[in-house]
Nanobody
Framework: WQLVEYGGGLVQPGGSLRLSCVASGFTLDDYGIGWFRQAPGKEREWVSC????????NYADSVKGRFTISRDNAKNTVYLQMNSLKPEDTAFYYC?????????????????????WGRGTLVTVSS
């Protein structure tokens, strides 16, 4: 089982990026997926989550209204659309999947059942 993140890069403040989380070796269907980020010298923080059905999404207050999470099960991919980026969004971004389909977004936000992580993709917001 493997998760790989794509789409990071350097962007100016106010710009946009779309991150992708692609699964291989298994299907994402019915699993909630989370995005976390970790800035240099800071602890990892939860960013967003989407339920297995795709009908429920949650966001950290710091990104609410600017980031949108979505999924395309046919492509085995989860996306994080990031708009109005700020320098404080600079971080490595990681996607993760819980070990059980029963895990909720609340579980993911709290770090429960999370054992499989991607290697991360770096987002740098700077002028």
């Amino acid at each position: 089982w493997q998760l790989v993140e794509y789409g990071g890069g350097l962007v100016q403040p106010g710009g946009s990026l779309r991150l992708s989380c692609v699964a291989s070796g298994f299907t994402l269907d019915d699993y909630g997926i989370g995005w976390f980020r970790q800035a240099p010298g800071k602890e990892r923080e939860w960013v967003s989550c989407i339920s297995g059905s795709g009908l429920s999404t949650n966001y950290a207050d710091s990104v609410k209204g600017r980031f949108t999470i979505s999924r395309d099960n046919a492509k085995n991919t989860v996306y994080l659309q990031m708009n109005s980026l700020k320098p404080e969004d600079t971080a490595f971004y990681y996607c993760t999947i819980p070990t059980t389909e029963a895990a909720t977004c609340d579980d993911i936000e709290r770090g429960r059942y999370l054992e499989l992580w991607g290697r991360g993709t770096l987002v740098t917001v700077s002028s």
